[in-house]
């Protein structure tokens, strides 16, 4: 289990996202991985959405 542990630490710390998160924030260290399980996990189109983005809206309903 720790070997398992080891190697996901190895594969966080290859993610060029993970990389600019330490290199923007110096001292920064990952203490902990968390996996989510699939129903966590956030839909694509949720994902890309933001304030305004909703259909629903109309940018006079943004005033």
Known sequence: R???RA???EE???DPLVQKV???FPGAQ???IRTQRPEQ???PADAQTGPGDR???TS???D
Do not use: W
Request: proline share 4%; aromatic share 0%; no cysteine.
């Open 2 to 4: 720790q070997r398992g």
């Open 7 to 9: 190697a996901l630490m």
């Open 12 to 14: 966080v710390r290859a």
């Open 22 to 24: 330490l290199e923007r």
């Open 30 to 32: 990952i203490t902990d």
């Open 41 to 43: 996990a956030v839909a």
């Open 55 to 57: 259909p629903d809206q």
């Open 60 to 62: 006079e309903d943004q």
